[in-house]
């Protein structure tokens, strides 16, 4: 580990480039891989620093543009390896992206997509209806949703949207990509056919009427088996209007972007779409979702609908343009929830920005919902001055799966340039990316596979049973959580330690370094925009 933190993902020659210091330093070089001295320059003392108890010292070296390979120097410290190069983002977004595939539930990752990471044909038996035991149904396909081998609708819904808006906003670094993977080279760019294989499974989980099943998975977590072991009875949890509303928002949000690729499938979306929505006005009282006695696996109980109603309406105004459904969004917007958030718990800024970049529309909503996305952009501009790392984060950001509020607020910064022309917050949107990638308290790069210094040992069932000593790539840890909420981490880590601190590469920890798709999406997103 480096002494010094760099972005592990590397630099593009002309973008800003900070390394940041916990400890006194006046000058800094920047070395060669030769031991050369390519460059020098003075720090500047960024002073104490709340979340991670640090004084910080920067080393701003953005005017060296030199390609290659490098390490940052202060006095004996030195900090890892990392490249400046056009295409590191690229990169980057390519090992993030191929992470989906290795999540690929019901079916074998064949050696030559999959290499090392290989494994047998995964939870293709029936799922039973945990209510009527005596009914089975096929709910083959999807991600598995993280460290664990259930699907769940809402945490699918999210990491599709992530990757869908990603997809909308920035074609060109998608439409490049080649992930090798089965469909690749067919027509779809492969980022689509990754979310079809999601979304193929999703259109499973909708019932007759149009309620959809919050999730399937087993009625316990596995033991940290590989895939193909896993043999326990599989389970179709009871209906939620989450699970609903959120899949009928992206349905509809992916009639959109499939159409010009397959029409036929676009419009069995679109029918999907419009068949939930129809179930949600006929059921408009909210219906949450708690584990039945029996069950421990992950819950995803929210506490009310009224963002996931609101997401629904504006994927289907967005879709259609029919007046009933820009009705049902100022219905929807009665309530008071979150316009900017993109998380699997709140999915309102999913719905602003639907009706942002949606044709047409009603010109004060589409300034509320922009003055919206800009006023974030300015507070969390906020935290990330004030912090030396430069991370947009709260001191109750710390959370578990920190990383994604991190990375959402990538996504704001991102938006806030790409979509209402605020170039100022360019930089702070990197600046995200490069505390995932090491500049961050611990000197750790949160994506397995980048980085000298990266994770290793996520709370990730297959790469532990895998008999390969390399973790699979492209997979973002949850980050640090002050909350510490497994024994594992209670025991490691000392009560007291800062925020930033919480936090240890160690299989055992999974509120702190699980994995998880809707984790992942965030950084597909910020990276797709980084790259172009
Ligand atoms: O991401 C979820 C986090 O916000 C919750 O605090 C946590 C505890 O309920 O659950 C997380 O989600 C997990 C899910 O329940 C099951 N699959 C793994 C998810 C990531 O840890
Ligand atoms: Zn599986």
Redesign the pocket.
């Known amino acids: 580990m480096g002494d010094i933190f760099i972005s592990q993902a590397g630099y593009r020659p002309d973008s800003v480039k900070m390394a940041v210091m916990p400890f006194p330093a006046e000058t800094f070089e920047i070395v060669g891989t030769d031991g050369c001295v390519r460059a020098a320059g003075s720090t500047v003392c960024a002073g104490a620093d709340k979340n991670s108890g640090d004084v910080l010292y920067t080393a701003n070296f953005s005017d060296f543009s030199e390609k290659g390979s490098f390490r940052i120097r202060a006095g004996n410290m030195t900090s890892e390896l990392f490249e400046i190069g056009e295409s590191v983002y690229e990169k980057a977004l390519d090992c993030t992206s191929k992470a989906f595939y290795y999540l690929r539930c019901g079916c074998g990752l064949l050696e030559k997509y999959a290499d090392r990471f290989r494994h047998g044909v995964c939870h293709r038996s029936l799922g039973y209806l945990w209510e009527n035991k005596d009914i089975s149904m096929e709910i083959s396909g999807g991600w598995h949703?993280?460290?664990?081998y259930?699907r769940?609708v809402t945490a699918g819904s999210c990491a599709l949207a992530h990757l869908l808006y990603g997809y909308i906003l920035f074609p060109d670094a998608f439409d490049r990509q080649k992930l090798n993977i089965p469909e690749s080279g067919g027509v779809l760019p492969d980022i689509l056919a990754e979310c079809r294989y999601e979304l193929d499974w999703l259109l499973k989980m909708q019932r007759e009427d149009g309620a959809v099943y919050h999730k399937v998975t087993t009625a316990h977590h596995a033991p940290f088996i590989m895939p193909e072991n896993d043999r326990a009875q599989m389970f179709v949890f009871p209906i939620s209007s989450s699970a609903a509303a959120d899949f009928a928002a992206v349905c509809a949000l992916a009639s959109r972007v499939y159409r010009q690729f397959d029409s036929d499938y676009s419009d069995r979306l679109f029918e999907a779409a419009q068949k939930s929505f129809e179930w949600l006005e006929k059921n408009p009282g909210f219906i949450g979702f708690n584990n039945p006695p029996g069950c421990a696996?992950?819950?995803?109980g929210e506490s009310c609908d009224d963002d996931n109603r609101f997401w629904a309406a504006a994927e289907l105004y967005a879709a259609s343009g029919d007046d009933e459904y820009q009705e049902a969004v100022k219905e929807t917007l009665k309530k008071d929830f979150s316009l900017t958030d993109f998380g699997?718990?709140s999915v309102g800024g999913f719905g602003a920005l639907s009706y942002v970049l949606g044709a047409g529309g009603d010109s004060d909503l589409i300034k509320r919902f922009e003055d919206g996305f800009v006023d974030e952009a300015y507070r969390l501009k906020e935290l990330a001055d004030n912090c030396g790392y430069g991370a947009a984060m709260g001191e109750f950001d710390y959370c578990?799966?920190s990383n994604m509020n991190l990375l959402k607020h990538g996504m704001i910064f991102a938006i806030a340039d790409r979509c209402f022309g605020k170039r100022e917050f360019r930089k702070y949107a990197q600046a995200q990316a490069d505390v995932l990638f090491g500049v961050n308290a611990l000197g750790i790069s949160y994506v397995t596979g980048i980085g000298g210094y990266s994770c290793k040992y996520p709370h990730l069932r297959p790469a532990y049973a895998d008999e390969v000593e390399e973790c699979i790539p492209g997979m973002v840890s949850?980050g640090p959580n002050r909350n510490l909420e497994d024994p594992e981490a209670k025991k490691i880590i000392p009560t007291g330690t800062p925020p930033m601190k919480c936090f240890a590469d160690n299989v055992g920890c999974?509120s702190l370094n699980?994995i998880?798709i809707y984790w992942n999406s965030p950084a597909v997103f910020l990276l797709a925009y980084l790259s172009l």
Request: proline residues 0%; contains cysteine.
């Open positions: 949703d993280a460290g664990d259930g769940y696996t992950g819950a995803y699997c718990y578990w799966g949850g999974y699980e998880a």
